[in-house]
């Protein structure tokens, strides 16, 4: 059985990030992995491991406004999608996300990517589609998840 492992994200995976992500999703993206988004923005990024092999990464982070939790852009090696790899990242960072008492959030993607549409329904997320959301004729899917507050522990 493949045994998955989930922790955050190190400078030396994100050079390897920089280095798969063109060929992880079929053309140019590097410009999507900044350095922004490790640097500054990492302290909630995650990878998932195979057998010490990188196999998926999440870039993500709060955004003050709510606040809200931000998901930037999440990536699963081909060989490893529908095995449960993004579903481990994103609970990873929901549950960071509660215990930073976001009530909610949020994440977009290229209209048509229907893959991935699949994959934030299948989580409990809603879409909506907006028009000119990233520009003019630039129409986005935005994605959005209601967080319960985290419990507190019973009174006693
Ligand atoms: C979208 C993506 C992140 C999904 O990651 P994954 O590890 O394959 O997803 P999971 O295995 O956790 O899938 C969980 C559920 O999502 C749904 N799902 C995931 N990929 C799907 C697909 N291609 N088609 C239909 N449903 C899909 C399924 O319901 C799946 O459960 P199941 O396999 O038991 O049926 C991955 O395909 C990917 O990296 N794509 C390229 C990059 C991308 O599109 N990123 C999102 C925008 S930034």
Redesign the pocket.
Known sequence: MNSLSCRRLTKSDYDRIVNVIDS??GGP?TA?AHPLFFYELGELAQVVESQGQLV?FLFGFIAPKGPTGY????????E???????????LAFEQACREAACPSMK????VG???????????GWTTETREDYAGPGRARHVFVKALEPAKAAAAQ
């Open positions: 992880w999703w993206t999507l998926g998901v930037h852009l999440v990536g699963i090696d081909p490893f999608r529908r095995q449960q790899v993004g579903s481990l990242l994103y994440a977009l993607t290229a990517d229907a893959s991935s549409v699949h994959f934030h329904e299948s989580l």
